[in-house]
């Protein structure tokens, strides 16, 4: 599976913008998919998951309320909606697939089976 985000960009405080992860190759709809972002000298961190039916979502406590997953197997793309963006929510956000995706709700970056390159998120004040 061959992943690629897109759709970031620059963006105001109080904005929003909708993350596409586009995957090719293998059957997409058999992988869990999650969303994670490392903005400048930080960690990289979770922030939300879908399963691959799209029946399970998960999303980082801090995030609720403004960030939703969603998925549309027809079309292998998952999408990352954020809303009321901030500047701390500035970063590269990168998706990543899991066909065994228990590290995934434990909101960790480890174990999966592929990562597309991460598309730049900036929020301005």
């Known amino acids: 599976v061959q992943l690629q985000a897109s759709g970031g960009g620059l963006v105001q405080e109080g904005g929003s913008l909708r993350l596409s992860c586009t995957a090719s190759g293998r059957t997409f709809s058999n992988y869990a998919v999650g969303w994670f972002r490392q903005a400048p000298g930080k960690e990289r961190e979770f922030v939300a998951a879908?399963?691959?039916?799209?029946?399970?979502?998960h999303v980082r406590d801090s995030l609720k309320g403004r960030f939703t997953i969603s998925r549309d197997n027809a079309k292998n793309t998952v999408y990352l909606q954020m809303n009321s963006l901030k500047p701390e929510d500035t970063a590269v956000y990168s998706c990543a697939a899991a066909s065994a995706p228990g590290n995934l709700y434990k909101e960790s970056p480890y174990g999966m089976d592929y990562w597309g390159k991460g598309t730049l998120v900036t929020v301005s004040s």
């Open positions: 879908i399963s691959w039916g799209g029946g399970s979502l």
